[in-house]
């Protein structure tokens, strides 16, 4: 999927560089605390001002961190079919990440658990619109958090062949998904660091803070030329200031002191600058999404990401608690604010409800519509002599139709987009078949795309490889949890 | 509200001259059919070729006579307050118009009557989204078609007071309509002559026809300097050829005809390049909005729209038969190619369903949301020392939040847009509070909405005489129908 068009930015270049500047301002006079004694060694060590765990860093130390990033690579996949390429004008769309609950008409909305993170993985791998997993589409919360990142690595890898993400929750966990990663891709720990098959999402604990998970997983990742996006959590109004330029100037200095860090701890380590600024409700608290302000943040936050020729994550958002209106405009202007801000990666692309707090099955189906019809209407208008149809214009001539000319009959059968949910009835049909939403008619299309899936071909070597290490791991306790 | 970005485009300049050439050639090769017999003779006197109803136009001509039209106008509404500016980066919304259908929560679907229409028109007046009326919001079918143009225009000027649109169904109904204009504007004929104060669609009989009530729309408004578009049928598949490039072809063929044509009426009317180019369901015939191919042919519309720098007008489509998701996301992406396209004129911007066969009362509400949207992030995000807050991320610092700060505090009020209809509580307030959909939030704001209508203020000189040319008019029988 390539985006053929320049991005739309929505300040000019003079402002950009004031946001540039003012974020540097943040970094060097306010600075920005890295949780973490060897992240403070390490700044130390570059020449920043360490004071306590208060970073201040110098504007040229910043930049010339930050240009060390590449501005294109692929990211691979355990199918090499699946391997999606990073930067440049490409766009990417990942599924829903994280959750704690999920819902479907049929069972209502429950607490994450494997059943439903299993159900959901299956759907995103049979949804060609979902180009790589985003994380777990749902939290399977009963398995337990010492050994979840095991049991759920091991259904992603042996239910789909799409790329997939750890959660930076201590060192422990990501090498852990690191060395399964490296096990269904069959290659040496030489060549995966040579070949970027794992990405990890460090929120920033904004405003100005990296916590010590998250350190951790830049320098697990990085280390190993891993994919590491820095996404700051900058709500305006609550966590950053309540102006879409001042959110964003704190976005950008949170964004690049992570980078920076990346590049700290491996030079050309692949990064993503990660925007995901929006307002807040001022009478609740409560977050909003594809608004004006999220609109506005979201193209900025891509030009902000150009100035650095940095790959740009954004998300496809909404506030709805219902696959309604409501998550259909939000969705959509959430992705009009991506796709036309330069987007190279859409994380929760598919099937994100109730601010993140919800993983929608019906909503995944109608998201995949989504995508698709931006990912065609992005395609190449054919034109050219037989394009034109002068011929059929001809044959047809005044007041005549369409439907019977040759040119018609040569290409009706694909011509078109035909979308799963839309329905185009008219309405005396429509109202005949039970008037269903199209919430309804997504319910009914997932059972049958789940009966398409099909699990990846795992060799019985690779099979028996992932299952050691994730018995041996689990038998050993998992990680330390802190609960 | 005003466009801040260059309109995107889907193919480049050579192609758009290669399009243009070749509706040049359709036109010249081919020809269009102009069903009246002055327009017949005009089009001889200007040396096109005549041949029974088929007129064949030399490239030289159409583009000679094209090039006479104004970019940028102001139409005028009864209240000046409510004038519009079409072209340049202006963009303006207006309703719906012309569905035979209006449907309600409380009240169902049922056919257009004159109670709805007259409430439909309540509505559009109070929400600022619509900037002007976009013709009759619903037909009001149970009025007499001899006389239903003078009632319908005599409740639009009582009881709103933006600008409005006449029905080009005969000569007669053109000039009643631009009479009742010019009565409660209290301008002169002369005036009028040089304040566009009306318009009328013109829709081609795709492919390739002019039909008599058409040119005399065309005829009797651009002869008075009143705005005409001219919007060809252009469904892919079905009226013109089934490529995208194809139809848009035809389109573009057809709405230079009918500018030239125009121009041949008047040189320097004002007039509006339409597109309403989309496909059809392949399988049933039946038409589609907000889908890929909509999208492209409202981008490439606007490509050929600015190529002869003409204003652009496209419309707020859906194909849905109920207020749900897909009626929403349907309208955010006809709303994206329309706005990213460049459009200057948005109708049916407010309460369309059902490809054009019915209007609700919710659909308007939520489409204001969407307007407002789309209206605010176009707004210049606000830069500077004050607006980056560098104070207010100074005094938090790190691991803070925003809510009190001395910055945040002087600007939460209106720092962000406040939907009507977004349901931003979190799920279980919702559910509380029985678990409302939008279209169920949109239907309780219609009678809030409805309460908030004031008439406008037409002084007793002017109602009088409103009254008394409508009151005559009727009672000579109107105009004379077919039926």
Redesign the interface.
Known sequence: MKR???P????SDD?VE??HN?SL??LS?????FLHPKALSMWADAGAKVDDT?VRIDPELICELVAHSPAEFTLHAPDPARNVVIGGNNVVFAAVASPP?SSDVAGG?RTGNREDFRRLVMLSDVINAVHTHGGYPVEPTDIHSSIRHLEATRDLLTLSNKAVKCYSLGAQRNRDVLEMVRIVRGVTDDELDTQTSLQTIINT?S???LDTPMLEGIMELSSRNQLVTITPFTL???????????AV??QNAEALAGIAFAQLVRLGAPVMYGGFTS????R?????F????Y??AAM?GGQMARRYNLPYRSSNAC???????????????SL??AV?GGANFVLHGLGWM?GG??ASYEKMV?DA??V??????M?P????AD????D???E????????G?A??QA???D?????M???????ES??EAG?P???EKAAELVPQLLDQHEPPDLSDDVMAELNDFTERRIAEGGVETDF
Chains 1, 2 share one sequence.
């Open positions: 053929r068009f320049d739309v930015g929505v300040v402002e004031h946001i003012a301002e943040v006079d306010i600075g920005m605390e208060r609950n909305r604990s405003p100005l803070r305006a109004g609550a966590m950053a200031p309540v102006t879409v330029a001042g100037v704190q307002n807040v409700d001022m609740s608290g409560a977050p909003a594809g608004t004006p302000e609109m506005q900025l506030a709805a608690n219902t696959v309604d209106a409501q998550a259909a405009w939000e969705s959509a202007f009009w604010g036309m109730e707090l919800c109608i519509d989504l698709n019809t931006v990912s065609l209407w395609q208008v054919e034109t050219g394009a034109f149809g002068l059929a214009i001809a047809v001539g005044p007041g005549g139709h369409f439907f000319a040119h018609t290409r009706y059968r011509a078109f987009f035909e979308p949910v839309s329905d185009w009835r008219n309405f429509w109202e008037s939403t199209a919430r």
